[in-house]
């Protein structure tokens, strides 16, 4: 994913200004910067659900700047949301199973002769799907639960799961995490990391918690304001003095105007 320039406002708002960067293939990467610094808003732009000002979005070389969201599942690009957006009423496998929806082939009319145009053995394939990825999460227990009544942890991980389910090779998860107890916390990054290295998905997340970010990112961003402010190692971009001002409102002589050059710090 190759990120262009984008700048995005809501009127005379500026949400993200002239953001640029690059997620390569298998990599985990992930954003972070106080509240309000434009996070959520680059994501929306990936998945679709805004439409930058400015700028464009290149996904393994093609402009998909202009595509809907319902397009972006098509082409490999999943998400997560930060407020929850289950089905409540619906059980765990239906809501997992709504994520299988883009990879259906039979529509109205050949879905209604269910024995006799392959239907049913379609339905029984992408169920099998949904079972791989509810033993992945450990969801056996809830599996026919209605996801109204689930722990925020266990709904949290059954939002991962229909994300899981669009097969996307780019998921997007916007902070996985938050509201969680450290065990929680610990499962679900277990969960990420395993989604990078075994199911081999290129990971974009946003997340507070700063150890998991250190633990298991390989690239970190950082925004402010709507403004890239660094980019690269960890351990390095949380060393660099403009994201430790941006966090903990430090002075620092290295102060710059709106208009400078973000610091980019090499991996």
């Not at 679709?48 to 972006?72: C, D, M, V």
């Not at 450290?182 to 150890?211: C, P």
């Amino acid at each position: 994913m190759e990120v262009r320039n984008i700048s995005l406002r809501f009127g005379g708002v500026r949400a993200l200004t002239d953001v640029g960067f690059t997620v390569n293939e298998g990599e985990l990467f992930s954003i972070i910067g106080p509240n309000g610094a434009g996070k959520t808003s680059m994501v929306n732009c990936i998945s679709g659900r805004y439409r930058p000002t400015e700028g464009s979005l290149h996904y393994r070389g093609k402009n998909i700047t202009g595509l809907t969201p319902n397009a972006r599942p098509g082409i490999g690009i999943g998400r997560t949301f930060q407020n929850l957006a289950l089905f409540h009423h619906m059980s765990v496998l239906d809501n997992i199973m709504v994520g299988r929806h883009h990879l259906l082939n039979n529509n109205f009319l050949t879905g209604s002769l269910y024995w006799l145009t392959g239907a049913r053995r379609e339905e029984l394939e992408h169920r099998r799907k949904v079972e791989e990825i509810i033993d992945f999460l450990d969801l056996q227990a809830v599996r026919k639960a209605t996801a109204g009544t689930l722990s925020y942890g266990l709904r949290k991980r059954v939002e991962l799961a229909r994300a899981m389910a669009l097969e996307p090779s780019l998921i997007l998860l916007d902070e996985p995490m938050a509201g969680m107890n450290f065990e929680e916390k610990e499962d679900m990054a277990r969960y990420i990391v395993d989604l990078n290295e075994e199911y081999g998905m290129t990971v974009m997340m946003i997340e507070h918690d700063m150890g998991v970010v250190m633990d298991i990112s390989h690239r970190v961003m950082v925004l402010d304001f709507g403004r890239k402010i660094a980019e690269g190692d960890p351990a390095a971009v949380l060393a660099d003095p403009h994201v430790k001002r941006a966090y903990l409102g430090e002075e620092d002589e290295l102060l710059t105007s709106p208009d400078d050059q973000p610091a980019e710090v090499s991996a």
